[in-house]
């Protein structure tokens, strides 16, 4: 059993596991989306961990598995109203209230950033419940 929760799909021609689906994870993520450098994944293969690039897997299928697991998490989809039960970091407009119910209008690729009204507030990871 693997300590990775997610696979990574390999899909560059010229690697020599073309075409597996291995455990893994990403551990180096770009995140001001320079494109000055890809992002770093870890994979379980049958001679251990190794190295390989973003430029040479399916990141959609990889983001993809973070998204489902993010949208388990959260309970909810874009176009529900819930209640937020706690706020994760992140801002609001003023006079933004948790005390009353909201629309789910956003949720990022990862699953993680919750955009609520159209962009009264954003919260990372929250708590809801559906009202």
């Known amino acids: 059993m693997s300590k990775y929760k997610k696979t990574v ?13 291995l455990a893994g994870a990403r551990v ?9 450098s890809p992002d770093l994944y870890l994979i379980v293969t049958p001679n251990g961990e190794q190295r390989i690039l ?3 897997i399916d990141e959609k299928h990889y983001d993809d598995q973070g998204r489902e697991e993010g949208l388990k998490r959260l309970g909810a989809k874009v176009g529900d109203v819930v209640m937020i039960t706690r706020s994760g970091s992140g801002s609001s407009n003023a006079g933004f209230s948790t005390n009353v119910p ?10 993680d950033d919750v955009t609520f009204d159209n962009g009264e507030a954003r919260m990372f990871r929250p708590d809801v419940v559906q009202v």
Not at 9 to 20: S, Y
Not at 28 to 36: A, P
């Open 102 to 111: 909201h629309t789910i209008t956003a949720i990022c690729k990862y699953g």
């Open 9 to 21: 799909k390999v899909t560059d021609p010229n690697h020599n596991l073309f075409g597996q689906e």
């Open 28 to 36: 180096y993520f770009d995140i001001h989306h320079t494109g000055n």
């Open 54 to 56: 973003s430029t040479q």
